[in-house]
């Protein structure tokens, strides 16, 4: 009898389901199943029964197709309303002798999360940063040691009760029993960030749909996370209102004829958008298309370095910024985002240690956060779940325009080329993944911080 773990991520564009297993060759995903989502804003559940509408056609696949009945999921959590502070705990200890124990360490954190917040608030993490014994300051090992007096630095990491009590009725009603909650952007870190970026300082970008997730990372210990209000749903939206156009063709758009750097646009195209209603097809020029795009990443970009330079750690990003998620396949976005905030850039998928008989669809960056969900599950799981009796992975068909679509056209050639400037590229720096990935989810948080 096999066993094996299962996730949940219930996104703004899609609900993922998802169940693997550990094998030596590393996290092998046995079902990846997704659906389009509804009753998800901003990564927040706001219609629970429109969410059970996209999210059960998953299980249900997943059961019917590898006969694999899900019990309980491993759910990541999201949205703006996810904030964090610094707080301290500070113990004196009757015998300054006595070596300091894992336990007088995990009492102190346990006592963090009685720390007060806002009604309508809980703490879903605390998360050490560092710890003063005595003398010694900024100690991240204090195990072992001996003083008087220990003094603990934490993150804690808080959200609306609400929002997860939504998430925890979704599953609830699904017929599952929720394991664990865990921060989304934390999943998405596990999935595509190294062992050497995660040492040497990194901040991680998720471009989902509806949000964008920053997490912040250095000497192994997340320093900082945030969440913008925008996504590639943003993007989407200025395309539709900028060009006049359906959601549908402002997809399309995006997808395939847009960019993040106006100037990298030919002059000489033009998208060609059907006519609806009795309507001539008209015309959009590339550059009009990149312009808008353009705008709308330059605020994220903003937003994101906002960010970085209130966490205090801007100059302590050693291997820069890691792109991942839907909205870092937009044409020419790693060039932007490197030549705008000044950091070495990279697009990351979710190939940590997965196996390569795994379905194809978890290599996209857009399934980062479902990838790395199943990672922290499967690291933090005592295999409750099915055998699996039979073979075979069909993948949901997710085409996303089967309907008449727009063409890209070509003008004639103009008689002198017209030279763009480009931005100078960045370096690229190499290093090995993660081969212990328990490892980096113990130096994040414990397992259990969150009540089912």
Excluded: W
Aim: proline share 4%; aromatic share 6%; charged share 25%.
């Amino acid at each position: 009898m096999k066993t094996y773990t299962a996730a949940v991520d219930l996104g703004t564009t899609k609900v993922v389901s998802l169940v693997g297993e550990k094998s030596e060759s590393g996290y092998k995903i046995i079902a990846f199943k997704e659906a389009p989502s509804k009753g998800i804003m901003r990564g927040e559940v706001v219609n629970i029964m429109n969410v059970l509408e996209s999210l059960n056609p998953t299980l249900q696949e997943i059961k019917e197709e590898n006969n694999i009945e899900i019990k309980e999921v491993f759910v990541g959590i999201a949205g703006q309303h996810i904030r964090c502070t610094d707080e301290g705990c500070k113990r004196n200890r009757q015998r300054p002798d006595q070596l300091i124990s894992q336990k007088e360490v995990d009492d102190m954190r346990e006592e963090m999360y009685k720390t007060r917040v806002n009604a309508g608030e809980k703490i879903l993490h605390v998360i050490p940063q560092s710890y003063n014994v005595d003398d010694h300051i900024g100690q991240t090992e204090v195990v072992g040691m001996v003083g008087s007096q220990i003094e603990g630095n934490y993150k804690i990491f808080i959200g609306r009760t609400n929002s997860a009590e939504h998430s925890k009725s979704v599953i609830a009603r699904a017929g599952l029993k929720l394991k664990e909650l865990v921060l989304e952007p934390v999943a998405s870190a596990l999935a595509v960030v190294s062992e050497e970026e995660m040492e040497m300082g990194v901040a991680m970008v998720d471009i989902g749909g509806g949000t964008t997730d920053l997490l912040i990372i250095e000497d192994n210990i997340i320093r900082h996370t945030a969440v913008i209000p925008f996504g590639g749903n943003s993007i989407t939206e200025d395309l539709k209102q900028g060009c006049g156009v359906s959601s549908r063709n402002a997809e399309q758009m995006k997808i395939q004829y847009g960019s993040c750097i106006t100037d990298y646009a030919p002059d000489n195209k033009t998208v060609v958008i059907p006519g609806i209603g009795g309507r001539d097809s008209r015309e959009v020029s590339f550059k009009v298309i990149a312009s808008i795009i353009e705008a709308r990443v330059a605020e994220i970009v903003e937003a994101i370095m906002y960010e970085i330079e209130r966490s205090g750690y801007q100059d302590k990003l050693a291997a820069g910024i890691v792109l991942t998620g839907g909205g870092s396949q937009l044409a020419h976005i790693c060039n932007y985002v490197s030549y705008k905030t000044g950091y070495e850039t990279r697009i990351a998928s979710p190939k940590i240690n997965i196996t390569f008989d795994s379905p194809e669809a978890v290599s996209k960056p857009s399934s980062s956060t479902a990838v790395g969900l199943l990672i922290y599950g499967i690291e933090n799981s005592k295999y409750d779940s099915a055998p699996l009796q039979s073979e075979g992975n069909r993948m949901i068909d997710t085409t996303l325009f089967p309907e008449e679509e727009i063409v890209a056209v070509e003008a004639p050639a103009a008689t002198t080329e017209e030279k763009k400037k480009q931005p100078k590229a960045p370096r690229q720096n190499s290093g090995k993944f993660f081969s212990n990935v328990k490892d980096r989810i113990g130096i994040f948080f414990e397992s259990g911080d969150n009540e089912a």
